[in-house]
């Protein structure tokens, strides 16, 4: 009977102990895992609002659409250059979809008038002096506009817009032998691209802007590799000639901008 009290008494005491023992682990485990919030939850809210707010931001203060009207100039380098000269003004017609402060996609339109002089005679045309060939180009394109981001800069860089352009082009090209009408019209195209930089002030804000924008311009021309233009080996009466018409074209541009 001493023995089973002595058991009775032991196991009083030692269940509490060992119920406190038990609890204890599983109380800080819950402590430990317990969370104010979902952590991505909580990213994904964050970076809601923050577009939320940008957005709203863009269409308050933003530009959505422009359009551009402007006159400038085309010029070439290489034997292309040496041979034309240039008829300004070059014609700019475009428009512009703002996808936010620093970006836009750009639809366009230029035409340009260039003249080679050949006044001596030439592989290609050896019985006669071709005299004045009329070039007209004609490049439609598609482009993209990057604005710098110039908070951290002075009022006069910011208030000038300063922006990269990458273009994609296609050069429509015509060449007519105004001295000599039984040759007929030369016609073809090429694929180019155009890439520069520009600046834009504004002179009544979101509603109106003068831009001026220069670009190099490499153009796959079609009679790029002619050898009609060469001299003639040999030939008294062949003084000069061109070896090919390669070369890239350089622009400047003004525009007066539109802006909704």
């Known amino acids: 009977m001493t023995h089973f009290l002595r058991l009775v008494l032991l196991l009083t005491l030692a269940l ?29 809210e964050d970076l809601e609002a923050t577009q939320v707010l940008e957005d709203e931001r863009f269409y308050r203060y933003g530009r959505f659409f422009q359009a551009m009207v402007g006159l400038g100039l085309t010029t070439f380098t290489g034997n292309r250059g040496a041979a034309y000269t240039d008829n300004p003004p070059t014609f700019h017609v475009s428009v512009a979809f703002f996808l936010g402060f620093q970006s836009a996609i ?3 339109v230029e035409y340009s008038k260039h003249t080679a002089f050949i ?8 019985d006669e002096i071709i005299g004045a060939i009329e070039t007209n180009f004609l490049r439609p394109f598609v482009g993209f506009r990057y604005y710098m981001d110039t908070t951290d800069l002075g009022t006069a860089i910011t208030y ?4 990269f352009i990458a273009r994609m082009e296609y050069w429509y090209q015509t060449n007519k032998f105004v001295e000599r009408r039984t040759i ?6 090429g ?3 155009g890439v520069g930089g520009g600046l834009e002030f504004p002179i009544e804000i979101k509603k ?22 060469q001299q003639i080996p040999n030939d008294p009466e062949s003084e000069f000639g061109f070896d090919d018409l390669t070369g890239a074209a350089l622009s400047l541009i003004l525009t007066y901008n539109f802006t909704w």
Not at 16 to 34: I, K, V
Not at 184 to 189: A, F, L, N, S, V
Not at 210 to 227: G, I, M, P, R
Request: charged share 25%.
């Open 16 to 44: 509490p102990t060992a119920g406190f023992s038990q609890e204890t682990p599983d109380e800080l485990m819950d402590d430990d895992l317990t969370i104010d919030g979902d952590i991505f939850n909580d990213f994904n």
């Open 119 to 126: 006044d001596t005679r030439v592989n290609q045309y050896r």
């Open 106 to 108: 750009i639809l366009g």
């Open 208 to 229: 109106s802007y003068v831009s001026v924008e220069a670009l190099y311009h490499q153009v796959n021309f079609f009679d790029k590799f002619t050898a009609d233009y």
């Open 191 to 193: 694929i180019g691209i």
């Open 160 to 163: 000038s817009n300063p922006h």
């Open 184 to 189: 007929p019209d030369q016609k073809g195209g």
